[in-house]
C-alpha cells in the first residue's frame, strides 16, 4: 500500500496559504497538514467561514487532504509561546480555539484535527494539571462527537502528555472515546521512546489517525531534515503500511519556511525513495 505524504504549512510560514497549497501539491504531495495561525486561515478573522469555504474550494482544486493543526505559537498571546494551554489558569481561551478548530476542520472536510496537552506550569501539581487536561480533553472530544470530527492527541516531549504510555493513560481516563485518537510524530518515537521507531508504529497502529514525519536523535526535541538525524526510515514507513494505516504521513519541519519549497522538494524525493526500499 503507498503511503499518502503531506506537508506542514508551518513549514511554510512566509507563503501565503493560497500559494503554500499551490506549491505543495506542484511539488506531488497528496495532502497537507494545516496549522491554524494569523497568516494561515486564522479562526478569529472576520468572516472565518467564508474563508473557511475557500480554503476547502482550494484544496479540492488541487487534490489535497486536509489535516488540522493547532500548534501555532503567539496566535492566542502574543507574549507567552502556545499559551494559554489546557493547563492554565486561563485555559478557557484554549478551549475556545480547540472548539473552533473541530468546526474549521468539519467544514474542510478534514481527517483529524490536532492538538497536545501543554507544559506544566510552574506551582501546578502533577494531579492538578492531569485534572485540567481530563476535563479540557472531554469538552474537546464532546464537541468533536457531535460534530464528526475525529481528535488526534500528540505526545509532544516536555509537554504532561510526551509519550505513548501517558496518552492511553489519558485515552483511559477519558473512557476510550471513539474520537480521540493519536497523532504520531515519528521523530519524537526517536527522542522520548525506549523502543524502535518502527516498533512503535506497530505498537499504536489501531490508534493512529495522524502521522507527521521528521528526523530526530534520541533525548533531543530537534526537527531535523531527513538524513540528518538517527532514524532508519525504510523499517518505519514499512511499519505503517503493515498496519494498514490510510492517513496523511505530513513532513513537520516548521523552522524550515526560509527555504520551504526547496526543502518540501527534497523531503518528498527522500520518502519516495525509502518507500521503494525493500526491509
Known amino acids: 500500500m503507498s503511503l499518502r505524504f503531506g506537508y506542514g504549512t508551518n513549514g511554510f510560514a512566509n507563503h501565503r496559504l493560497d500559494d503554500a497549497l499551490a506549491v505543495i501539491a506542484d511539488l506531488g504531495y497528496t495532502g497537507v497538514a494545516l496549522t491554524l495561525d494569523h497568516a494561515h486561515l486564522d479562526p478569529y ?12 474550494t482550494a484544496l479540492g482544486r488541487h487534490g489535497l487532504g486536509v489535516v ?33 478548530a473541530v468546526d474549521i476542520g468539519a467544514d474542510l472536510g478534514a481527517e483529524a484535527v490536532s ?15 492531569w485534572d485540567r487536561l481530563v476535563a479540557g480533553c472531554a469538552e ?27 496518552w492511553h493513560a489519558l485515552r483511559a481516563d477519558l ?31 489501531p490508534y493512529l489517525v495522524n502521522v507527521q514525519i521528521d528526523d530526530m536523535r534520541a533525548g533531543v526535541h ?20 503493515e498496519v494498514g494505516y490510510a492517513g496523511l504521513v505530513a513532513v513537520e ?25 525493500l526491509v
Open 45 to 56: 478573522q472576520p468572516k472565518v467561514f467564508e474563508r473557511t469555504a475557500a480554503v476547502a
Open 68 to 100: 488540522v493543526e493547532t500548534g501555532a505559537r503567539y496566535l492566542l498571546d502574543p507574549r507567552r509561546k502556545h499559551a494559554p494551554t489546557l493547563l492554565d489558569a486561563d485555559r478557557r481561551r484554549r478551549v475556545d480555539f480547540l472548539r473552533r
Open 115 to 129: 492538538f497536545w496537552a501543554g507544559v506544566r506550569p510552574d506551582g501546578l501539581g502533577p494531579a492538578d494539571a
Open 140 to 166: 474537546i472530544v464532546a464537541h468533536a462527537d457531535a460534530t464528526g470530527v475525529v481528535l488526534g492527541f500528540e505526545p509532544e516531549p516536555g509537554m504532561l502528555v510526551e509519550n505513548l504510555a501517558q
Open 175 to 205: 473512557g476510550r472515546p471513539a474520537a480521540f485518537g493519536l497523532t504520531l510524530d515519528i521523530g519524537h518515537c526517536r527522542c522520548n521512546e525506549p523502543v524502535p521507531v518502527a516498533d512503535c508504529v506497530r505498537a499504536v497502529g
Open 222 to 241: 530537534e526537527h531535523l531534515e531527513f538524513g540528518a538525524g538517527e532514524i532508519d526510515f525504510p523499517p518505519v514507513l514499512a511499519a505503517l503500511s
Open 253 to 277: 519541519l516548521p523552522r524550515h519556511s526560509h527555504a520551504a519549497p526547496q526543502v518540501a522538494a527534497r523531503s518528498l524525493d527522500f520518502l519516495r525513495a525509502a518507500e521503494g526500499i
